[in-house]
């Protein structure tokens, strides 16, 4: 008896350690691959900047080591314009879906409007931002005031990149 209850406990363990069948995303997944040179009626406007644990605090001095201690593994950002309108967006990339997640509670604000994105997405004030799997995305527009709609086929343009070059697990 004691013999046939080890067996199951060690199957049951080497089940919840299997994956699964989901795929994990390419040693090379990037979060750059979805800052594409137009995003709606937005052309890119900078090159594309990217940073690691290292070197994170010189774009986000201040908020990098809360950031780092929640699984950042990398991010990617961009700058761009559409007529006299600023647009950056910003692409996290976290070593598992809680760190995505971790900074999405903290900085979207829980009365904004949930377009319908990821895991969940806030949208407000020239603002969204979204969390799908291991990835934070964040669009701002610094307060102009740009149709939410705008920012929600941007976002969802992004997502869809994220997917279809298979950086997010499948679920």
Do not use: H
Request: charged fraction near 25%; proline fraction near 4%.
């Amino acid at each position: 008896m004691k013999k046939l209850l080890l067996i199951l406990c060690l199957t049951i363990i080497s089940l919840a350690a299997c994956p699964q069948n989901k795929k994990q995303p390419p040693e090379s997944a990037v979060p750059e691959t979805a800052l594409l040179a137009t995003l709606g009626d937005f052309k890119v406007n900078s090159d594309i900047r990217t940073y690691d644990s290292e070197s994170l605090w010189e774009y986000i001095d201040g908020a990098a080591d809360q950031i780092i201690l929640l699984g950042f593994d990398k991010m990617a950002t961009a700058d761009y314009i559409r007529d006299d309108t600023s647009l950056t967006v910003e692409i996290y990339l976290f070593l598992a879906p809680q760190g995505a997640f971790s900074i999405f509670s903290e900085y979207s604000d829980i009365s904004a409007k949930d377009p319908g994105l990821g895991g969940e997405s806030k949208v407000a004030d020239g603002e969204l931002m979204f969390y799908e799997d291991k990835y934070f995305v964040y669009l701002n527009c610094f307060g102009v005031a740009v149709p939410e709609t705008s920012l929600v086929k941007i976002a969802a343009s992004i997502d869809s990149v994220l997917i279809e070059t298979g950086k997010l697990l499948e679920k």
